[in-house]
């Protein structure tokens, strides 16, 4: 996976600025997006998992005689 790296969100100004503003929303809406794809690739990768091993499972007892 990715490197994790903090990010701090700068201190707001006691003056509004539009730019900074922008810059915070941009900051944040890309935080959460990077979240979302990291929560999304875990839960994909955690159903994967199981489903590999069942078709194992399943592979092996193909091979056994019954009976």
């Known amino acids: 996976m990715s490197q994790k790296t ?32 990291e929560v999304f690739l875990l839960k994909r990768m955690q159903e994967s998992i199981p489903s590999k091993s069942i078709k194992r499972h399943q592979f092996l007892l193909m091979g056994m005689k019954h009976g």
Do not use: G, W
């Open 6 to 37: 903090p990010t701090t969100l700068p201190i707001a100004p006691a003056v509004y600025d539009y730019v900074n503003e922008e810059i915070t929303r941009d900051q944040l809406v890309k935080s959460i997006q990077f979240l979302e794809r």
